[in-house]
């Protein structure tokens, strides 16, 4: 079973523009969560979506936004870029939502660098 | 805020156990413990959870204690690709949605 994949895995961007990065979840997985790694801040939750709904939100602005497609293949994007959004961003993809999702499957991160 | 307290690192000698412990004094009865790895430039990578009896994989063991408020990590016979980032993480049974609070971890470096 092929594990999660995100796209790209590498990228280059300017203050001010705008990004979108693309999750595939596991076959079958309904749960994509989407998550930031700074080394000052650490791992932080961005958000969650179920079968296209928004489940969960973290502290993030509101420059920081995603979707779930029907085929639960997810986005997130990004607008008006700061430095400070210069990170690795993970998507995470489990079958359920809520306590009985044991497991959840990381992809490798998209390395987003803003200059 | 993580609920979970890690050392910041640990050595361990290639070959031997790995004892990687968390204190998680505050952890209520419907929660469990997570541990997940992060190897250098990868996404993290979920090991093992439990709630209270001692668990057991193909990875590794997890022991809690019997007051539940620590556990230990135990990685039989660690490798060199056992140096990783360890986090310990308390979730709730009941909690909404897939959130994952991550602490600082503890780096764990397998020396030959």
């Known amino acids: 079973k092929a594990g999660v994949t995100q796209t790209p895995r590498y990228l280059i961007k300017t203050r001010g523009q705008q990004v979108t990065l693309s999750c595939s979840p596991i076959?079958?997985?309904?749960?994509v969560s989407w998550y930031q790694q700074t080394p000052g801040q650490g791992l932080q939750f961005l958000f969650e979506y179920f079968s296209e709904t928004q489940r969960n939100k973290g502290n993030f602005p509101g420059r920081f936004s995603g979707r779930q497609f029907s085929n639960s293949r997810s986005e997130m994007n990004v607008s008006t870029l700061e430095l400070g959004d210069s990170a690795l961003y993970l998507c995470a993809s489990s079958l359920v939502t809520g306590g009985s999702s044991y497991e959840q499957y990381f992809g490798p991160g998209t390395r987003l660098t803003v200059t | 805020d993580a609920k979970t307290t890690q050392p910041p690192s640990m050595d361990c000698a290639e070959g031997r156990a790995a004892n990687l412990p968390c204190n998680h004094s505050?952890?209520?009865?419907?929660?469990?413990v997570y541990w997940y790895r992060q190897i250098h430039s990868q996404g993290p990578q979920y090991i093992i959870h439990?709630?209270?009896n001692n668990e057991t994989n193909e990875m590794a063991s997890l022991i809690i204690t019997e007051d539940r408020k620590s556990s230990t990590l135990i990685l039989p016979h660690a490798t060199l690709r056992d140096t990783a980032v360890y986090y310990c993480?308390?979730?709730?049974?009941?909690?909404?949605?897939?959130?994952?609070?991550f602490g600082a971890g503890t780096i764990l470096r397998v020396k030959s």
């Open positions: 505050t952890i209520s009865g419907n929660e469990y």
């Open positions: 439990g709630l209270k």
């Open positions: 076959s079958g997985h309904r749960s």
């Open positions: 993480i308390v979730r709730s049974q009941g909690e909404y949605g897939n959130k994952l609070v």
